[in-house]
């Protein structure tokens, strides 16, 4: 089971970056997918997740409105879009897969999830 973050990078503040979270050696379908993030000093926290079927997810409060998290199962990959990008949005960032749970409360804490990507940098200029 590996997964394969990537997209990160440095934009300037109000710019927009898509990261994508592809994984091998298993199909995507039936996983909850996470997207956390560390910023130096800080703990992982939660940043927006979805079920299995896409049809929910969630948004941390600090990013509801300008990230936009999808799927495409076909392509085994998970998408988080990241508009209006904010000096504090810049951290590594990492996907995470579980096998199911209530998203809302998974999101919350990264232990729920137990497999993950190597992470990608998102550095925002001001």
């Known amino acids: 089971v590996q997964l394969q973050a990537s997209g990160g990078g440095l934009v300037q503040a109000g710019g927009s970056l898509r990261l994508s979270c592809v994984a091998s050696?298993?199909?995507?379908?039936?996983?909850?997918i996470g997207w956390f993030r560390q910023a130096p000093g800080e703990e992982r926290e939660g940043v927006s997740c979805i079920s299995s079927s896409g049809l929910s997810t969630y948004y941390a409060d600090s990013v509801k409105g300008r990230f936009t998290i999808s799927r495409d199962n076909a392509k085994n990959t998970v998408y988080l879009q990241m508009n209006s990008l904010k000096p504090e949005d810049m951290a590594v960032y990492y996907c995470?897969?579980?096998?199911?749970?209530?998203?809302?409360?998974?999101?919350?804490?990264?232990?729920?999830?137990?497999?993950w990507g190597q992470g990608t940098l998102v550095t925002v200029s001001s």
């Open positions: 050696g298993f199909t995507l379908d039936y996983y909850v």
């Open positions: 995470a897969a579980a096998r199911g749970g209530k998203i809302s409360i998974m999101c919350l804490r990264p232990d729920n999830f137990g497999s």
